[in-house]
Antibody, heavy 120, light 109 residues
Framework: QLQLQESGSGLVKPSQTLSLTCAVS??????????WSWIRQPPGKGLEWIGY???????YYNPSLKSRVTISVDRSKNQFSLKLSSVTAADTAVYYC????????????WGQGTLVTVSS | QSVLTQPPSVSGAPGQRVTISCTGS?????????VHWYQQLPGTAPKLLIY???NRPSGVPDRFSGSKSGTSASLAITGLQAEDEADYYC?????????FGTGTKVTVL
């Protein structure tokens, strides 16, 4: 059974960089046919897709966040990471990592989520 | 800025049937992209409920069904149960990115 687990700082100061990692177990992040995404949900609000990294290493980001987002993969540790720069209070959210079935565009496995608060 | 519109809330008594609509446009659902549905119980991560418009993953009860027509899609829950009280989100694809619906809270009366 595939499992995803987010980790990282739960409190980030405004203007700094948010950094999160998603550890994947029960399967290889290098498996073809999938991409690995980050999705966020501000408190009491809906879901927003941030971006993904493909098994090949190619990335695609939500245009609304593209200038501030970097998603990378560490195949040796079977994990992928999110960096979001120049954060503001509007970036306060629960951040989820998820596996997307490539070319079908749905998310079949999700991490439990981690709350990141942007505050001084 | 969700491009898929859902009703904020729907409710029903146990055993009843409720439906949730997901309205898109010609650039997403109307362009032929599939619609997927997720259930989010309070304090938990979303869970895949329906994929490819009408397919249920293993373990999802057949009380849940999905359909798509034109620029809209629907999720139906028949035989509503107390444990179905949750938020539900539709999701599709638009201009090279995944987009989610505004979300619907289902209340079991």
């Amino acid at each position: 059974q595939l499992q995803l687990q987010e980790s990282g700082s739960g409190l980030v100061k405004p203007s700094q960089t948010l950094s999160l990692t998603c550890a994947v177990s029960g399967g290889s992040i290098s498996s073809g046919g999938y991409s690995w995404s980050w999705i966020r949900q501000p408190p009491g609000k809906g879901l927003e897709w941030i971006g993904y990294i493909y098994h090949s290493g190619s990335t695609y980001y939500n245009p609304s966040l593209k200038s501030r987002v970097t998603i990378s993969v560490d195949r040796s540790k079977n994990q992928f990471s999110l960096k979001l720069s120049s954060v503001t209070a509007a970036d306060t959210a629960v951040y989820y990592c998820a596996r997307e079935v490539a070319m079908e565009y749905y998310f079949d496995y999700w991490g439990q989520g981690t709350l990141v608060t942007v505050s001084s | 800025q969700s491009v898929l519109t859902q009703p904020p809330s729907v409710s029903g008594a146990p055993g009843q049937r409720v439906t949730i609509s997901c309205t898109g446009s010609s650039s997403n659902i109307g362009a032929g992209y599939d619609v997927h549905w997720y259930q989010q119980l309070p304090g938990t991560a979303p869970k895949l409920l329906i994929y490819g418009n009408s397919n249920r993953p293993s373990g999802v009860p057949d009380r849940f069904s999905g359909s798509k027509s034109g620029t809209s899609a629907s999720l139906a829950i028949t035989g509503l149960q107390a444990e179905d009280e949750a938020d539900y989100y539709c999701q599709s694809y638009d201009s090279s990115l995944s987009v989610f619906g505004t979300g619907t809270k289902v209340t079991v009366l």
